[in-house]
Structures are given as C-alpha cells and as structure tokens.
C-alpha cells in the first residue's frame, strides 16, 4: 500500500492493542452511534433528525483516539498530496460501488421484498428536503461520518485486533463490511446485504488509496447524492 500505509502500520504498532482492548472500542463506538440516534428519534421524533446522530457520535470517538495518542489524521482523514487524484480515485470508487449495487438489485429483488423507499417519497414535492438530503445527509453523515468510523475508526481497530498484517487488513474489511450492514438493518435483509457489500467495496478502496479516507467519502457521498437525486427528479 506504499510507503505511506507502512508508515502508519509502524506507528500503530508501536503502540499494540489486546484483542480484547480493541474490541472494546468496536462495541463502545457502535453503541455510541445507536444511543445518538434513540436519544435524538426520541427527543425530536424525526428520523431526519436522528440520522445526525452518527456525526455526533465523532465526538466521544475522538476521545477515545486521543487517550491514546492517535488522531483521525493518523488513520486516514489527511489533506491529500493531490486532490485531483483523491478527486478522481472517489469517482472510481463510487462506480465500482453503484456497479455493485445495481448487480445485487437484479439478483436479490426475486429472493426478497423490495424494501419500502417510501419515506424518501416526500424529497419529490419539496427542494429544501432534498437539499437536507444531499448537503446533510450525503456528505455529513454518510460520507464524513461513516466513512470516518467504520472505515478509519472500527476497521483500524478490527485490523489492530488482528495484528496489523495483511491478512488482518483482509479480515478487516470483510468485518466492518458486515457490521456497516447490520447497522443499516431498517432496510431489510436486503438493504443490509447491499449496504454490507457496499461497506466493503469502500473498505477495499481505502486499502488501495493508501488508507486515505478523503475519496471514500467523496465516494460515499456521491453515491448518496445519486440516489436522492434520482428519487427528488422522479427515476426511482
């Protein structure tokens, strides 16, 4: 993964976390991220509200980095040497997930219920809701906030958990990719298998950008900007 990745390897195991230790950070980060969500769907009574519950969930998570030192800039969100490549390399990533995602439609809509995409229905009729979806939703919580927890934060941990080699890194991204689709288990068992592939086809492009998560959001919040865009225009 370049001299870079090796060089973020090096620091991270200068300071080795017990499998133990690591997971406990896992399970502190996912129940975090759903008491965000309750405490807000319970407070407001909103499920628009409620989503903004995973970049609130940032927060502790950063306490957590730095108790031991460690920064999100150590695990992937850093200013990139070029954008114009970051740029491009999240484009490429998004295609690859969309390509991912149509072929899963075609081949689980006969084995499943088609989930309900009513509740996104109302983006139709109004454009200021439509803009929440694509400046908020998109690019806040999909992209900046779960890109930074379960690609940089739980798939660190999860490759920590596994010492840090190649394999660990494999391991890695076929578990976050798992919990990303459970998290998501409102969709259905649909949504959660094509939610879970897309995780890990993210988690494949952060290996291969040098672990930095810059074009996986990019990559993620163009994929949810589509999508809003093609139910807001009338295509889906």
């Given at each position: ?35 965000f ?17 995973t ?17 999100w ?20 990533i ?67 958990m596994?010492?840090l ?65 093609m ?6």
């Amino acid at each position: 993964m370049g001299k870079r990745m090796m060089k973020q390897d090096t620091t991270l195991a200068l300071s080795p976390m017990a499998w133990w230790a690591a997971l406990l950070h896992i399970v502190a980060a996912l129940l975090v991220i759903l008491l965000f969500l309750i405490a807000i769907k319970f407070i407001t009574g909103s499920f628009l509200l409620s989503v903004l519950g995973t970049p609130l969930a940032l927060l502790p998570i950063t306490l957590l980095l730095r108790r031991r030192g460690e920064s999100w800039a150590l695990l992937g969100f850093r200013k990139p040497q070029r954008w114009l490549k970051a740029i491009v390399q999240g484009v490429v990533i998004a295609v690859v997930v969309l390509v991912v995602l149509i072929g899963l439609q075609y081949t689980l809509e006969p084995l499943f219920k088609t989930r309900d995409k009513s509740s996104l229905g109302e983006v139709r009729g109004s454009f200021w809701l439509y803009l929440y979806w694509v400046g908020v939703v998109s690019w806040l919580v999909q992209g900046l906030g779960e890109e930074l927890i379960f690609r940089g934060f739980i798939m660190t941990r999860l490759a920590q958990m596994f010492r840090l080699n190649g394999t660990a890194w494999g391991a890695a991204v076929l578990v976050q990719g798992v919990l990303f689709g459970l998290m998501h288990s409102h969709l259905g068992v649909e949504g959660m298998i094509s939610t879970a592939a897309a995780g890990v086809v993210f988690g494949i492009g952060y290996l291969m950008t040098g672990r930095n998560l810059l074009p996986c959001v990019i990559a993620h919040s163009l994929c949810g900007t589509l999508l809003i865009s093609m139910i807001y225009f009338g295509n889906s």
